[in-house]
């Protein structure tokens, strides 16, 4: 079945420590993007890509950084510079039909 | 600026029919979208609107007014599993990037 695989599941920093959270998705749709979800607030828009070896800061792009070498991967680097870096991300894809389609998050906690 | 507002929290009794409001102000606009969310999971697509008017799917309903940046959910014969955040979210018209803004939510909580 296609879908999109995000990995860990939840993850547990330490202070100063740089993670990278994978989404790898087999739908081959070219556009990907990276969300950003908090308590009480929308998902809010962090590094998108439309195509392989190219990709656009959105609207809360600091303390990350990304990567698309491949169309099927676009992983994220939340960095120590990121100041509140707790929270659920989600990776989507954008369907052949316009919408987005999300995976199933990854929840990181940094202690 | 770029603004989407929706109710923080709704409740309703299991069996009848919620309206869940959002109203817009976005710089472009290119359709609009509703997505279910439980707790600790993804969202998932459950509307699409960019031509005022009704699109109906099953028990769900949603409704555009793009001259008053207005959209609506209608939920009918609610059932327990409605329960959920429902958010809003515009896609604006810069270059095809897919990009969708994203409301706070709305939490509908059903009761017996």
């Known amino acids: 079945d296609g879908g999109i695989t995000q990995s860990p599941k939840y993850l547990f920093r330490k202070e100063g420590q740089n993670v990278t959270l994978s989404c790898e998705q087999n739908?081959?749709?070219?556009?990907m993007y990276w969300y950003r979800q908090d308590p009480g607030q929308g998902l809010r828009l962090i590094y998108y890509?439309?195509?392989?070896?190219?990709?656009q800061k959105g609207d809360i792009a600091e303390g990350y950084s990304v990567s698309r070498e491949k169309k099927e991967s676009f992983p994220l680097t939340v960095t120590s510079a990121q100041k509140n870096p707790t929270a659920f991300y989600l990776c989507?894809?954008?369907?052949?039909?316009?919408?987005?389609?999300f995976g199933e998050g990854s929840r990181l906690t940094v202690l | 600026g770029q603004n989407i507002d929706q109710p923080t929290e709704m409740t309703a009794t299991e069996g009848a029919i919620v309206q869940i409001n959002c109203t817009y102000q976005t710089s472009g606009f290119n359709g609009l979208f509703w997505y279910q969310q439980h707790a600790g999971e993804a969202p998932t697509f459950l509307s699409y609107?960019?031509?005022?008017g009704l699109e109906e799917k099953g028990r769900f309903s949603s409704f555009l007014s793009r001259s008053k940046g207005y959209s609506y959910l209608l939920l009918k014969e609610l059932q327990m599993k409605d329960s959920a955040s429902y958010l809003c979210?515009?896609?604006?018209?810069?270059?095809?990037?897919?990009?969708?803004?994203f409301g706070q939510g709305t939490t509908l909580q059903v009761k017996p």
């Open positions: 890509s439309q195509i392989v070896n190219d990709f």
């Open positions: 979210a515009v896609r604006d018209f810069s270059g095809n990037t897919g990009k969708l803004i």
């Open positions: 739908l081959n749709h070219d556009a």
């Open positions: 609107n960019v031509l005022d």
């Open positions: 989507a894809t954008k369907t052949n039909t316009g919408e987005l389609f």
